[in-house]
């Protein structure tokens, strides 16, 4: 028998070192394994937590009605179902329109001091998951509605304040938005500038406007053409809901508040200045949105004697001396946008061409390409 070769000391400590990396390996596997099972079963049981959970209704519908305010709405539906789905926006839309009923009785009384006041103050604001700005305009008299300078499409607003020489804008109305993917320019409801009915796609139905009339003060709730004409209205679209009026909340609650979303609101206090929050949205780690209720509040606490919704979500953008003071929310940056209140040193110097005048309001093709 011939004798038995030994291994060299080197291929011992290799073949312990090869044996002891397969250990390892097993052992990370073995833990990786047991970390991603222990994952998966929490997530099983926040699933069903969340989808049959007497105690996590409310939490369902704060995710329902924010997917709501989002291009992604019917997502809802995974949520809290298709019907209840479509049951909670006809229940929104059906308490928007109640909220718009009640007859503003508020008057303004600008005061010396008011008047010695700047024109336009800014003031950030923050809250639970949301930040944002107020914008105060001591005269109300100093805003117009703007629209965009060519047919067919659209324009930023901050477009709009660099071409017309404004101090400042926020977005206004809201728009047909087919996929989210709309060109800005077929406005929903109406659009009235310098006391003119500039755009009108309700007919002769009532709407829900935002806006003020010739003396400043701020209309806003359900009123008809005809209505709005002997209130001398000046600049306005339609939005909704109304939030307050003659200086009561209109909102009971944040579950009433229609989700987390970025917002824009307008509202007055009794010596005429105008309110403007715009709160942002949509960004985890610096701000998530606000619901309604926040936006309510913020307004009250500023004094706001009556206060509505404008257009949110990605349209919600804040500019002043041609600087974007926010950060909206699209990942394109700001949209092209049908309105928007401006704020001039000179207003009346200002000239706001009617681009939708000729049009049939049904022949706009919302979803056009844009031509610049």
Known sequence: MEPRTLPSRSTVRNQKKTRGKRKKKKGFLYVLSRVCLVVLLLLVAAGCWLYWAPSAQNLRYLIADTLITTQHRSWAQYIIGEDEMKRRVAEYNARFKEMGDERDTHVI??????KNKPLVE???ISGSGYRGYVMIVNDPTKIRLGVPGKAGSGEKVSS?????GAIAGVNGGGFVDPNGKGNGFKPIGVVIAEGKLYYNGNGSASTQIVGIDKQGKMIAGNYTLKE????GLQEAVTFQPRIIVNGKGLIKNAAQGWGLAPRTAMGQRKDGAIIFVVIDGRQPGYSIGANLYDVQQIMLEH???IAANLDGGSSSVLVKDNEILNRPSSQYGERYLPSAFLVFEHPEDVEIPNIWKGLDADSINAGKKRSR
Do not use: Y
Not at 109 to 114: I, Y
Not at 160 to 164: A, C, D, G, Q
């Open 228 to 231: 709005l004409s002997r209130l």
């Open 122 to 124: 800014i003031e950030n």
């Open 160 to 164: 709009m304040v660099k071409r017309t």
């Open 303 to 305: 004094g706001a004697v």
């Open 109 to 114: 009384d600008r005061t010396a001091e008011q």
